[in-house]
């Protein structure tokens, strides 16, 4: 395409053209062609692509002609043009789109049919741009609250196991040695890395504990840090000072102390100080504030 036109594929891929931009664009010699590679693509799944990879391939192949044959220079333009252009499109429709909260925050993200999703602090989800609506795929790394509308299988992937639904609430945690789903409306599958597999509806919840996927059930109408605090049920202190450090940009030195000792109790996101105190004096830790830098030793 012409370098004016540029910008309108980019933007009508994305469905962001005005009404305008719309019409100029459909006027133009290479909207027909352009149109029929889009509605050809949502009979396929995104393959495995490397498109830098690609487009080498197929420009050392045009460069290495049989000898004697004549290449005349606007074709072999024109055919570079084509195959970048199509390393284009094929690169717009299957890039991923990624949302991350930072530490001592939280993000929420409406996805493209409308759903919800709440991201706890040190947490990201990411999903393909185009064809939502017929591949509704999370991947999660972190804590995430998901409000899915009813439609299509909607289903988030974690580095622990898979969950999938039609239209409900639930909450997602999946750290590196924790594995959480809650569901507060609806019901939802819950599918480990091992095939262990339970279904949970409103007010049951399941946790991955030494191997083994867990049912239980929950009183609460949301997660607790939607309200901004943590609650901990004999958990490694190692888990709870690491959800310290990401909900206020804290740095703890550990090396004195035991994590393993097991933890139960709370703490608010709102003040520091206080959170250190519900932790650390419960445990007999004591510790020394230095910046965002937290050394801890034994009593």
Not at 176 to 189: L, Q
Request: net charge neutral; aromatic share 10%.
């Amino acid at each position: 395409m012409a370098e004016d036109k540029d910008p309108y594929l980019a933007k009508w891929l994305n469905d962001d053209l005005t009404p305008q931009e719309l019409e100029q664009f459909r006027k133009s010699e290479e909207f027909d062609d352009y149109d029929k590679i889009v509605k050809g693509l949502e009979y396929f799944d995104a393959p495995s692509f490397d498109e830098e990879a690609s487009l080498a391939v197929t420009l050392q192949k045009l460069q290495h002609q049989e000898k004697g044959k004549v290449i005349r220079l606007k074709p072999f333009i024109y055919a570079i043009s084509a195959a970048a252009s199509i390393v284009l499109i094929i690169g717009l429709f299957f890039n991923k789109v990624t949302y991350t909260a930072d530490i001592g925050s939280q993000m929420a993200v409406t996805l493209p049919d409308g759903s919800k999703a709440d991201l706890n602090a040190g947490s990201s989800l990411s999903y393909n741009r185009f064809f939502w609506s017929q591949n509704r795929k999370i991947q999660l790394d972190g804590e995430g609250l998901f409000k899915v509308k009813t439609g299509n299988k909607f289903s988030v992937t974690t580095n622990s196991g898979n969950i999938e639904v039609l239209g409900t609430i639930f909450n997602v945690k999946s750290r590196k040695t924790i594995f959480e789903v809650a569901c507060y409306e609806g019901k939802v599958r819950v599918q480990t890395n091992t095939n262990q597999q339970q279904i949970i509806k409103k007010g049951e919840a399941v946790l991955l504990k030494n191997n083994k996927l867990n049912k239980t059930t929950i009183s609460e109408s949301e997660p607790l840090w939607k309200k901004g605090e943590s609650l901990f049920i004999s958990t490694p202190l190692k888990e709870v000072l690491d959800e310290l450090q990401r909900q206020y940009n804290i740095t703890f030195i550990r090396t004195k102390i035991d994590e393993n000792k097991l933890f139960s109790g709370g703490f608010l996101y709102n003040n520091l100080d206080l959170a250190l105190e519900s932790v650390l004096v419960p445990m007999n830790i004591e510790y020394v504030v230095n910046g965002t830098s937290i050394k801890l030793s034994n009593k």
